[in-house]
């Protein structure tokens, strides 16, 4: 409620949006996309990363405007929300370069590591079998709302489609098994 009370101060929920995306978004997802591609990057940095462009980036939206009259336009708040956490990605990239991990080679498994394997398996078919299950239902729904309308048949046979996309998801994973 806070929140919405406030949108009118900062210039309506389109600047409020546009504002929260800058501040936000390169800063929570810059660091994961980049930890995909790079062997340099730890959880410590990337946590860093996130942490200290999101602190960065609020005080100059909020804190610097009022106790240091700086005052950021979108451009400049765009390339601060996701320039600062590539530039901390990439001094981590040169800090940690001469870090090499070691290459896995294929071993026979332990008992344990096959145990471990083997239910890792068992919870992935168990999330598979809820997603299918969701989307079925989803499917359901969708059919269920689209009878009930005037002029649903269009959501009647999309509805049927995601159940029958969810229906081949789960035979699918029971024929696997």
Request: hydrophobic share 55%.
């Amino acid at each position: 409620m806070v929140i919405a009370i406030l949108i009118p101060k900062v210039g309506g929920i389109v600047e409020m949006v546009l504002s929260t995306a800058a501040i936000a978004g390169g800063s929570l997802f810059a660091p994961l996309i980049w930890s995909l591609f790079s062997k340099k990057q730890t959880a410590k940095s990337i946590v860093f990363a996130s942490i200290v462009s999101l602190v960065v980036s609020i005080w100059m939206k909020i804190g610097a405007p009022f106790i240091m009259g700086i005052r950021l336009d979108r451009f400049l708040e765009t390339c601060l929300g996701v320039g600062l956490p590539l530039a901390i990605l990439a001094l981590f990239e040169l800090i940690n370069r001469k870090q090499h991990y070691a290459a896995f080679s294929k071993k026979e498994e332990s008992i344990h590591e096959y145990n471990e394997r083997q239910d890792s398996v068992k919870q992935n078919i168990f999330g598979i079998k809820v997603i299918a299950f969701s989307i079925t239902l989803v499917g359901f729904g969708i059919a269920l709302l689209g009878i009930g309308a005037d002029d649903g048949l269009v959501a009647v046979i999309v509805g049927a489609g995601i159940m029958l996309g969810g229906g081949a998801i789960w035979k699918s994973i029971l024929s696997a098994q």
